[in-house]
């Protein structure tokens, strides 16, 4: 008897079985075609959780025909990442391709991860890294410019309906025993993530003999896991809602969608970080302050942890949504990156250029500027080409 949790016994073994992620696993795309090539790479897979990301480690491997080392960031030390790299070189003297799979990667240090960027860059090791977090913040520069980072969407209701129905099959289990209301409930209150949507069929398959009803289905769940899949209320469209409401002054409304997001288990330094971003965005100079207040509630969440920085989150997302707004510093950032990419090659005016040496100075180098505060020499400081350009009009 096959003891496993139904969500191992159920992971799909093959390319061809796994559901979703259409974007990277079908023809002409990566992972496709990294398995049709027989040629691992280094990639960090992101990716909320139970939407594949350990699967298609597994998958990779198996088919390019390489071995699978997995190791976890919440137990694992630098120890375990050299043991590892022992055994990979190893197999490079023979031939042979290690693959070595790094959960929650994003729990590693930077020194942890320093310690294994060498094996990455010399190709001891392929690295496949899987996190739920943004890999820009939580994984260091070098690791993430020797892989490719991959999105991994939620499953949607129609792929968890499809995991179910396999499911249904292993456990022989037929219409009658689990009708089609069901069904459609455990793809409901999954929020995407088919390891729940599992475990919640294994349990309510274990709480009767009879018939698994709804209200078996809601037994086994507890408690309903606000959606995040395409199907109804996703992240994307809550932290979107979010975002808006606070741009559009309803305060209300703001932390309606910051209670909803917590409530679905959002990490709280995702949404600290949204709100930095808005600081600038949508408030910049009309208060400036409001800076500073968005950034020392990421620093208090990253210290304070939930539940307690809860206050900080609604304090924070209260006072921005009641801040007046300006969109000067974002306007002029894009009127800036603009000209900067049609006047890339704009000399830079001669009274501004450095001026180290006597030859520089006969060239006129800083001609015709003064060291004082204040300055303003009479050509002004743009190229000609930008002279009359102006990112703070009115």
Same mark, same amino acid.
């Given at each position: 008897?096959?003891?496993?949790?139904?969500?191992?016994?159920?992971?799909?073994?093959?390319?061809?079985?796994?559901?979703?992620?259409?974007?990277?696993?079908?023809?002409?795309?990566?992972?496709?075609?990294?398995?049709?090539?027989?040629?691992? /790479?280094?990639?960090?897979?992101?990716?909320? @959780?139970?939407?594949?990301?350990?699967?298609?480690?597994?998958?990779?491997?198996?088919?390019?025909?390489?071995?699978?080392?997995?190791?976890?960031?919440?137990?694992?030390?630098?120890?375990?990442?050299?043991?590892?790299?022992?055994?990979?070189?190893?197999?490079?003297?023979?031939?042979? /391709?290690?693959?070595? &799979?790094?959960?929650?990667?994003?729990?590693?240090?930077?020194?942890?991860?320093?310690?294994?960027?060498?094996?990455?860059?010399?190709?001891?090791?392929?690295?496949?890294?899987? /996190?739920?977090?943004?890999?820009?913040?939580?994984?260091?520069? @070098?690791?993430?410019?020797?892989?490719?980072?991959?999105?991994?969407? @939620?499953?949607?209701?129609?792929?968890?309906?499809?995991?179910?129905?396999?499911?249904?099959?292993?456990?022989?289990?037929?219409?009658?025993?689990?009708?089609?209301?069901?069904?459609?409930?455990?793809?409901?209150?999954?929020?995407?993530?088919?390891?729940?949507?599992?475990?919640?069929?294994?349990?309510?398959?274990?709480?009767?003999?009879?018939?698994?009803?709804?209200?078996?289905?809601?037994?086994?769940?507890?408690?309903?896991?606000?959606?995040?899949?395409?199907?109804?209320?996703?992240?994307?469209?809550?932290?979107?809602?979010?975002?808006?409401?606070?741009?559009?002054?309803?305060?209300?409304?703001?932390?309606?969608?910051?209670?909803?997001?917590?409530?679905?288990?959002?990490?709280?330094?995702?949404?600290?970080?949204?709100?930095?971003?808005?600081?600038?965005?949508?408030?910049?100079?009309?208060?400036?302050?409001?800076?500073?207040?968005?950034?020392?509630?990421?620093?208090?969440?990253?210290?304070?942890?939930?539940?307690?920085?809860?206050?900080?989150?609604?304090?924070?997302?209260?006072?921005?949504?009641?801040?007046?707004?300006?969109? /000067?510093?974002?306007?002029?950032?894009?009127?800036?990156?603009?000209?900067?990419?049609?006047?890339?090659?704009?000399?830079?005016?001669?009274?501004?250029?450095?001026?180290?040496?006597?030859?520089?100075?006969?060239?006129?180098?800083?001609?015709?500027?003064?060291?004082?505060?204040? &300055?303003?020499?009479?050509?002004?400081?743009?190229?000609?080409?930008?002279?009359?350009?102006?990112? &703070?009009?009115?």
């Amino acid at each position: 008897m096959d003891t496993r949790p139904l969500a191992e016994r159920m992971r799909p073994e093959k390319l061809a079985d796994v559901l979703g992620q259409e974007h990277l696993v079908t023809a002409g795309n990566i992972i496709h075609e990294i398995i049709a090539r027989k040629q691992p /790479t280094s990639l960090i897979l992101w990716g909320p @959780p139970g939407s594949g990301k350990t699967t298609l480690a597994r998958i990779i491997a198996r088919e390019t025909e390489s071995e699978f080392i997995e190791l976890s960031a919440v137990t694992a030390g630098k120890a375990d990442v050299m043991k590892t790299v022992e055994r990979a070189e190893q197999n490079r003297r023979l031939g042979l /391709t290690t693959i070595l &799979f790094v959960d929650e990667i994003h729990r590693f240090n930077k020194a942890q991860q320093d310690a294994f960027l060498p094996y990455v860059e010399d190709g001891t090791i392929i690295l496949i890294g899987a /996190t739920t977090e943004n890999p820009s913040f939580e994984v260091i520069t @070098p690791l993430l410019s020797r892989s490719r980072v991959l999105v991994l969407e @939620p499953l949607d209701i129609s792929a968890i309906t499809t995991v179910v129905k396999r499911a249904a099959k292993l456990l022989k289990l037929n219409a009658k025993r689990l009708p089609a209301a069901s069904v459609k409930l455990l793809a409901t209150l999954s929020g995407g993530d088919a390891r729940i949507a599992l475990g919640n069929l294994e349990l309510a398959a274990q709480l009767t003999d009879g018939a698994i009803t709804p209200e078996v289905v809601k037994t086994a769940a507890q408690k309903r896991v606000p959606g995040y899949d395409k199907a109804g209320e996703q992240h994307y469209n809550i932290i979107s809602a979010f975002i808006k409401s606070m741009r559009g002054s309803e305060p209300t409304a703001a932390l309606y969608y910051l209670a909803r997001m917590l409530q679905a288990g959002e990490d709280p330094k995702f949404i600290a970080r949204r709100m930095v971003v808005f600081a600038s965005e949508d408030i910049g100079l009309a208060a400036p302050a409001a800076l500073n207040l968005a950034v020392s509630t990421f620093l208090a969440v990253e210290r304070v942890g939930l539940p307690e920085c809860e206050y900080n989150l609604y304090h924070c997302a209260a006072v921005l949504a009641k801040s007046a707004k300006s969109r /000067t510093v974002a306007n002029a950032m894009q009127m800036a990156k603009s000209a900067a990419r049609e006047h890339a090659d704009a000399p830079i005016p001669l009274q501004l250029r450095n001026a180290p040496t006597k030859l520089m100075k006969d060239l006129g180098y800083g001609k015709g500027y003064a060291w004082q505060a204040g &300055f303003k020499p009479k050509q002004g400081f743009l190229p000609d080409e930008l002279k009359d350009i102006d990112f &703070f009009k009115d």
